[in-house]
Structure formats: C-alpha cells, structure tokens
C-alpha cells in the first residue's frame, strides 16, 4: 500500500479522467454489480452471519472486492511507465541500434514501443487496454495481471453465492426435481425466517449476477492464461509478433541464422522474477534489460531494424478465404477465436473473400494489418486498417513473385 501512495500524487489527479471511458465504466459496473449482490445475498438470504461460517464468507467476499479495485486502480492510475522525453542512450554509438520516435523526439528503449493512443513511447509495452483506458507495460504488468487472476477468484466466489441463494430460496417453494439432491442445508436455515422475503425481483437480480460472474470468469480467466504464457517466456504480446516475423524472414530468404529471443532467461522462474517481486516494483529501470549469454545487448532492436528496412517482412501479404462481418464477437470463427479478442480499442475490419490484407502484426488467432482497396498493391493506396480472425486468411502464395527479395538476397537462395 506504501508504495501505490508514493506513486500516486497530486499532479496524477489529472489521471482521474481515465475513469470517463467506456471501458473503466463496464468493467467496475461489472465488478460493483457482482460485489454488492453477493453481499446482499449473504446478509440477507444465504449463510447467516450469526455462524463462523457465514462471517468468514462475508470477510472474504470484502477482501475479494478490495484486492480486485487495488490492483485495477493501480494498474490504471500508475500506469506502464513511458520512456522520458528526448532519452538516448549514454554510449552515444547504441543509438545505431535503437529506432528514433518523432513523436516523442527521443529513441525508443529497448522493448519500448509507441502508442498512439497514450501518445508516447512506453517502457516494455504489451498492449493497450480499454478495460483499464491505460496501456499494460513496464511499472503496471504485475497489477494488471494479478487484476485478472483475483476477478475470476471473486467472480467464483460470487457464482457460488448467487447459485446456492437461489437453491436455498427456492428449496421449498418449487419442485425442479431438486429434492433428490443431498446437500447440508443446516447452515443455510434461518429461524426465524429473513426479514425481507426473497422475491422475483430479488431472483432476477441475483441471476443477472450470476451470469456477470460466470461470463467475467471466463473471459477474464482466458486473458490471464494468456497473460501469464508471455510473462513465463519474459515476452510481450508486441515482441511475440516481432519474434514470429523474424522467423518468417529467416525462412524467407533461406539465411544461414538462428534468432534467438534475448529476454528469456532461460528459467520459467527468473522470468517470473523479472515481472512479479516482493516489493511490489519491478526489476530493472525499464530502460536497460538483461540479456542471454549469447545475446547481443540489442538483440531485439536490430532485428526490429532488420524487418523495418525489409518491406516483404514489416507488411506480410494475405489472401482472404472467408468472410468476416467485422464484428467484435464473430461467433461462426470457433471458440478460440471468441475468447482470444484483442483487448484493444482499435477497429475490426470487414473482409470478403478474395480481397488482400497487409498484416503487420497479431496473435495467435487474429492479425492487423491494412486491406488493399484495389489490385496494384502501390505505395500510397487507400486502405483501411484494423483487427481480423487469422482463420479467414492464409499466406498468398504468389508472395514471392510480388515482392521480390533485394538481388543480393535472391543471389543466395
């Protein structure tokens, strides 16, 4: 708790107006719906309160909702931790290997990334999430984290309470073939009866609920498990795609390579290290990282060069196979696509099969990237940008033909 006080200033009050968006607006709306029927429904319906049992429910039901709003508020409010303006490196010769932001008027940190929705450059970027209006990087990646590990633990507890509520309510009111269910109903017994009657409007709120806690425990619990599979490899979500490209150019052009990612330190526990420690901040000073043994410092940013400078690389070419709506929730994708959305603001966009897609970067099931509104594939086309499922791509085979590598490359192959 020290510690988040000591961030958080004055002069971050302006942060305050994180709050007026859409995302911060659903996700506590969700979060105070869940907390506060729960606790109605222990007070005033299921496990007394007269009982141990009943109190340490209540206590954990608080405890639950305090540790959810700590971590989300300091995931928000602290943010990612941005590069400082017109930063460079002390040994003037690294900025060979470093990007320069125009924006920010300084050179990108390794592992840093520009984001054109904070506007500035942050520190090991991840992505940026509406659900917390900030983006997820350097300083805030262990709360934001642990924000999507204790949501899904509370909205369990929660579920519990609203199931067993309406079970005890219901028990002997109406017949659903229940009575051949053995359950110890002792401790949900009151004598007296409560003192407000559980009717239907009380039900349809507790089931409300019920379908909030299921459905945040299922969503949420997806984006930790894909949370945690990064932070275990010491990666970002960024840094997998530039990992991807870069095997993608390593076989493309048949080079005698290997790329090794230089962050993983070889150990799923001195990666977890690096992002989670007791103190409650992470290692390091977001600037400068270690690196693997046979890792060159700047591993990372030059091939980040590399693929800059590799027009074939930085923009690979897709074929559209099926059509997609462009909605945000395409149930006839599959499950896995469902429940991987990018958590981002950015648009989706509508395809139809036959059209060509720029990708740039992605996910495991979906991409971003620019369509091609027309068949020159010309600098300076008209396009329209945003996120698709990857299953209704594939790679465009006549790729090889179209860009062709630089003649010293293709010399090689």
Known sequence: MGAFCSVIKFENLQELKRLCHWGPIIALGVIAICSTMAMIDSVLWYWPLHTTGGSVNFIMLINWTVMILYNYFNAMFVGPGFVPLGWKPENSQDSMYLQYCKVCQAYKAPRSHHCRKCNRCVMKMDHHCPWINNCCGYQNHASFTLFLLLAPLGCIHAAFIFVMTMYTQLYNRLSFGWNTVKIDMSAARRDPLPIVPFGLAAFAATLFALGLALGTTIAVGMLFFIQMKIILRNKTSIESWI???????????????????????????????????????????????????????????????????????????????????????????????????????????????????????????????????????????????????RNCVEKCPCEAETDPAPEGEKKNR
């Open 243 to 389: 990992e991807e490209k870069a095997k993608d150019r390593i076989q493309y052009y048949q080079l005698d390579e290997v790329f090794v990612f230089p962050y993983d330190m070889g150990s799923k526990w001195k990666n977890f290290t690096q992002v989670f420690t007791w103190s409650g901040v992470p290692e390091g000073d977001g600037l400068e990282w270690p690196v693997r043994e046979d890792c060159h410092p700047y591993s990372l940013t030059i091939e980040q060069l590399k693929q800059k400078a590799d027009k074939r690389v930085r923009s690979v070419r897709y074929k559209v196979t099926e059509d997609y709506s462009g909605s945000c929730c395409p149930l006839n994708k599959g499950i896995k696509t469902i429940f991987t959305i990018p958590c981002t603001e950015e648009p989706r966009i509508q395809l139809r099969k036959g059209e060509f897609i720029l990708a740039t970067r992605g996910l495991r099931y979906w991409l971003y990237g620019d369509k091609i509104l027309d068949d020159s594939f010309a600098e300076g086309v008209s396009r329209i940008r945003g996120w698709f499922p």
